[in-house]
């Protein structure tokens, strides 16, 4: 569970520091990855609502967890409420995954394991046609694009985004990270503020008193 967690988390870092698109008809692929690449650079902030569901394909049943993004460029933050409180901090390249129930601290970096992607994107180095072979889905509509991006340094896994309007562009809706074992992991926005004020201090973790801090391998 907690290694789905993270492979999510670490797409959504990527996915979520590179917004969208919005015009009358879809446009092409290129313009669609130039114009992800163009707002991404201009993005101050994020905030959203997300709810989290993650599917095992021997089991008839997922588990579904609720809670709030704050994002700004190099620093992210996810506070889960339901149904299990637990926070991630990404600073740069460091990680921190705090539950309380369990008073413990996983502490790690992203860059460990083989993905370089979310730091790239988070540092603003990131391409997506340099990382990602994308194509669009034929379920794409004109103004809510669905597209396949399959890592291009992967086991087999792929995502499918899809991207809806916003007040200042469009933004990602929903992002489906499918899994080489056919498990499935769903992240779907709303309620999202763009580049609208987030403190500083939301990102700032201090460690309580009490709790294990473990070094992730």
């Given amino acids: 569970m907690r290694q789905t967690l993270l492979k999510i988390v670490g797409f959504a870092i990527l996915l979520w520091m590179q917004a969208g698109i919005c015009q009358a008809a879809t446009p092409s692929i290129d313009k669609i990855v130039a114009q992800i690449q163009d707002t991404y650079e201009k993005m101050r902030s994020l905030q959203a609502e997300f709810t989290q569901t993650v599917r095992f394909k021997d089991f008839g049943t997922?588990?579904?967890?609720?809670?709030t993004l704050y994002l700004k460029p190099g620093k992210m933050r996810w506070s889960y409420r339901k149904p299990h409180q637990q926070q991630i901090y990404i600073i740069e390249d460091v990680m921190l995954h705090y539950v309380p129930e369990h008073r413990q601290v996983m502490k790690?970096?992203?860059?460990?394991?083989?993905?370089?992607?979310?730091?790239?994107i988070l540092r603003g180095t990131g391409d997506m046609r340099d990382d990602f072979d994308?194509?669009?889905?034929?379920?794409?509509?004109?103004?809510?694009?669905?597209?396949?991006?399959?890592?291009k340094q992967a086991d087999g896994g792929?995502?499918?985004?899809?991207?809806?309007?916003?007040?200042?562009g469009a933004l990602f809706k929903e992002?489906?990270?499918?899994?080489?074992?056919?498990?499935?992991s769903t992240l779907?926005?709303?309620?999202?503020?763009?580049?609208?004020?987030?403190?500083?201090?939301?990102?700032q973790f201090d460690v309580p008193a009490?709790?294990?801090?473990?070094?992730?391998p």
Avoid at 134 to 147: D, F, H, T
């Fill in 62 to 67: 997922g588990t579904t967890s609720h809670g």
């Fill in 108 to 120: 790690g970096t992203i860059t460990k394991g083989g993905n370089q992607l979310p730091l790239k």
């Fill in 188 to 203: 779907t926005f709303g309620a999202v503020k763009l580049n609208k004020k987030v403190s500083d201090d939301l990102f």
């Fill in 134 to 151: 994308i194509k669009e889905e034929a379920r794409s509509l004109p103004k809510r694009p669905v597209l396949r991006l399959t890592p």
């Fill in 175 to 184: 992002i489906v990270l499918h899994e080489p074992n056919g498990n499935t």
């Fill in 158 to 168: 792929y995502l499918t985004v899809t991207v809806a309007p916003h007040a200042e």
């Fill in 210 to 216: 009490g709790t294990e801090v473990i070094e992730m």
